[in-house]
T-cell receptor, first 112, second 114 residues
Framework: TQLLEQSPQFLSIQEGENLTVYCNSS?????LQWYRQEPGEGPVLLVT?????EVKKLKRLTFQFGDARKDSSLHITAAQPGDTGLYLC????????????FGGGTRLMVKP | ETGVTQTPRHLVMGMTNKKSLKCEQH?????MYWYKQSAKKPLELMFV???????ENNSVPSRFSPECPNSSHLFLHLHTLQPEDSALYLC?????????????FGPGTRLTVL
């Protein structure tokens, strides 16, 4: 069992649709990060959430940190082909310093 | 060059070979990391160096040996690897290794062990 469970693992949608990716755990995190990784590249940080209940928006992307700091979601509005990629959540446990625990990832494909 | 670079980008090696992966960061950071990304598992942290000192070895087999000669360079020496070690090896760096430090990743080295 993974410490951070991401769902769904795969998602294929049409351009213009909305989607939500979930990241769940039974552990409490001091912060949680979302990354996007494209083929042949390393992950690139999208956002860091640190406060329970926090909501952050990045253009068409909305990130939420659960009140209990155990889960997070990423919502994309009106998806575009450029959103295609692997989305990873990563959590920092309390007193774990800079050691991140990654979820298994959600592979998103947005078809034109 | 800017950011985090890794060489080689692709590597094929036999189980008896010895090879090294190189990572260089041009961001003035003080913390560097090695991760393993395989198809069937989440991204796994292998080693952490803070200010050139190894602060974490995440139960990695001794056939992987890291080296950090200075804060800009990180190596991963490989010997007697197994086919299951085939994966994408990612290097990352961050400013000072604090809890909410942003980690910047390199493009990775795709390793295949025959």
């Amino acid at each position: 069992t993974q410490l951070l469970e991401q769902s769904p693992q795969f998602l294929s949608i049409q351009e213009g649709e909305n989607l939500t990716v979930y990241c769940n755990s039974s552990s409490v995190f001091s912060s949680l990060q979302w990354y996007r990784q494209e083929p042949g590249e390393g992950p690139v940080l999208l956002v860091t959430v640190v406060t329970g209940g926090e909501v952050k928006k990045l253009k068409r992307l909305t990130f939420q940190f659960g009140d209990a700091r155990k889960d997070s979601s990423l919502h994309i509005t009106a998806a575009q082909p450029g959103d295609t990629g692997l989305y990873l959540c990563a959590g920092a446990l309390f007193n774990a310093g800079n050691m991140l625990t990654f979820g298994g990832g959600t592979r998103l494909m947005v078809k034109p | 060059e800017t950011g985090v670079t890794q060489t080689p980008r692709h590597l094929v090696m036999g189980m008896t070979n010895k090879k090294s992966l190189k990572c260089e960061q041009h961001l003035g950071h003080n913390a560097m990391y090695w991760y393993k990304q395989s198809a069937k598992k989440p991204l796994e942290l292998m080693f952490v160096y803070n200010f050139k000192e190894q602060t974490e070895n995440n139960s990695v087999p001794s056939r992987f040996s890291p080296e950090c000669p200075n804060s800009s360079h990180l190596f991963l020496h490989l010997h007697t690897l197994q086919p299951e070690d085939s994966a994408l090896y990612l290097c990352a760096s961050s400013q000072d290794g604090s809890e909410v430090d942003t980690q910047y990743f390199g493009p990775g080295t795709r390793l295949t062990v025959l």
